[in-house]
């Protein structure tokens, strides 16, 4: 299969990754970012169980997701004067394999730097389908045609608003936000997390990061107004013990701040016509740990349906959603609002006391591996890769 152009939107993790297989097998692949350059920013993201891992070795790039991985921290949950209440271990929140998201970011980036035309800076403003391609248009550069268009960028995907319809059809707020403060101050120390009822505030470990979620209704604030996300943080959490009115002089002077809504995507089917949707863009769910891991199961799928399909895209978008709804499953059902910042002081205690409780984690751990091995690869012959 060759001279079939596409076009991913994003290059977060799963638009690389499709990008990956699809020049692997002689489509030209246009990526296009809306960020200046790669956004390696996030906490850490893990793989868990064998399909993972069958992928990400037919990628070439297990060894080096291993030389940069982490290793989950343990977090410990502390009181209001700092005591240890319960200790929350890195196995469970660190799957298999847990590295920072930006270093996946750039391993996949590379691996596709070469072979795919990236394009920073832009993002696409319309998309018209015809009988033999897509018309694209674009914020910067000149308008262009594709054979396939796919959006991979993330959950509040420009891709499938432009394709299928408005966010608030597909994205579900799901009661809860969440905030990432990029802060030197927080640099070191111990990993601690700290609840109140409808409120938590993490901070410490080795990146200076700290990491808040809140019980709300939903908001209505421009995503790129850094100010007025201050401005929310602080009302969210004002009045509060522990340390966090020190938090909040941070998150004041900080001028990394990202804050959004918990949310779920759903998606009736992940394609229209030669368009289709992979990643947070088409079953995200906020932090439900899942994200990344079907992120780059869906990009194998993809190239190997169209491949299977010799380029037929219709024949092939429906073989993924047909193979893919079942196993991404779990970003309909997780919502980690609740259990990161649990409503009631004794819903908090309950869930300290599961960790407490190591027979129950490794329990959750075990149901957490069924969920990602729920699948069956089929081989691809033509994903092999050549050397
Ligand atoms: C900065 C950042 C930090 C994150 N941190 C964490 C974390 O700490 N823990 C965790 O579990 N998950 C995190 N995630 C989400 C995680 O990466 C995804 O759940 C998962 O890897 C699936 O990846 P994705 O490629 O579908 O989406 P994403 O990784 O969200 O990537 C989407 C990409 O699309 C780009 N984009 C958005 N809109 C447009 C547009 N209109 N045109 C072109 N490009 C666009 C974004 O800039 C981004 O690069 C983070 C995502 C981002 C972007």
Redo the contacts with the bound molecule.
Sequence with gaps: MTNRTVLI???????PALAFWLSLQGYAVTV????PEL?T?????DFKGATHRTVLERMGILDEIHEHQTGGLDQTLVDADGRALAVLPGEFTGGDVEIR?GDL?RIMYERTAQDCEYVFGD??TSLTETDDGVDVTFERGAPRRFDLVFG???????VRRLAFGPEADYVEHLGHYYA?VETDETDGGPAVMYNEPGRMAATGGPKATAFFVFASPEIDYDRYDTGRQKEILAAAFEGGGWRLPELMELVKRSDDV?LDSIARVTMDGYSTGRVAL????AY?NT?G?F??G??VVAAYVIAGELAAANGDHDLAFRRYDEKFRGYAKIARKANAGPFLAPPTTLRIKLRDQMFKRRLLLRGMLWVTDKFATDITLDDYPALARQG
């Design positions: 939107s994003g290059a977060g993790i799963a638009g296009v970012e809306r960020s956004r920013g996030g906490q850490a993201v998201r970011a993002f696409i991979a960028d993330g959950i509040h995907s420009a990432l990202y992979l990643g947070d863009a995200g932090l740990g994200g990344t079907l992120a």
